[in-house]
């Protein structure tokens, strides 16, 4: 069920068939009212976050950055427990399930945050993508991964390098660029935004 379907990945318009027609009956409720995805959100206790972070990045969609998240686990999932996260963009739980089945210890996405998406208002995205991080410091692990949907500039991705809850938690931030042209793009636009974190490590997909 979508609202407006503005593209098709279908190639030909030409086998696309008329819309299904369907009613609003109504909405669903309980005894306090419409239920809202934020009443299913994971409750952390904890309040502050004291656990390292990599952040894993790219200048694109489809740059590598889940086969780069799926390989670091794989690694580093041996040695320690591992929350792994697909944080920005709309829906993970694609992302999730290969970072389980790769040795994350803790998974979570926006969904669980009681997002629907990232691309929402910044300090409405900040006060509950943390939520995450959170929660996996609650549940024994050492050391979180998070993969940044998109490209850099898109889903909230600058709130997140900016978060106060964050920035002094992340210790690698891995950057993965299509060509030699975005790894000057992506070293503007960290500038730009005044990036204070960790200098990138920057890769150049082959």
Avoid: R
Wanted: hydrophobic share 45%; charged share 15%.
């Amino acid at each position: 069920v979508i609202g407006i379907c503005e593209e098709t990945t279908t190639m030909s318009t030409a086998t696309i068939e008329g819309a299904f027609k369907v009613q609003l009956i109504g909405l669903v409720k309980n005894a306090n009212g419409n239920l809202n995805i934020m009443e299913f959100a994971i409750k952390p206790l904890q309040k502050k976050l004291k656990l390292p972070v990599i952040l894993i990045s790219g200048t694109s969609a489809e740059a590598g950055k889940t086969t780069l998240m799926k390989n670091v686990l794989g690694f580093l999932s041996e040695h320690t427990k591992i929350a792994a996260f697909k944080i920005t963009g709309t829906g993970g739980m694609l992302d999730c399930n290969v970072y389980k089945n790769a040795g994350a210890h803790f998974t979570a996405d926006q969904v669980d945050c009681g997002l629907i998406t990232t691309y929402t208002q910044p300090k409405h995205f900040e006060d509950h993508i943390q939520k995450a991080f959170l929660a996996a410091q609650e549940s024994g692990c050492q050391l979180i991964l998070a993969e940044l949907g998109g490209d850099l500039p898109g889903a909230n991705n600058p709130a997140l390098l900016k978060a106060k809850f964050l920035i002094d938690q992340i210790h690698s931030l891995i950057v993965i660029n299509n060509d030699a042209l975005s790894i000057m793009g992506s070293q503007a636009f960290l500038k730009k935004i005044d990036f204070k974190g960790v200098s990138p490590l920057v890769l150049l997909q082959q």
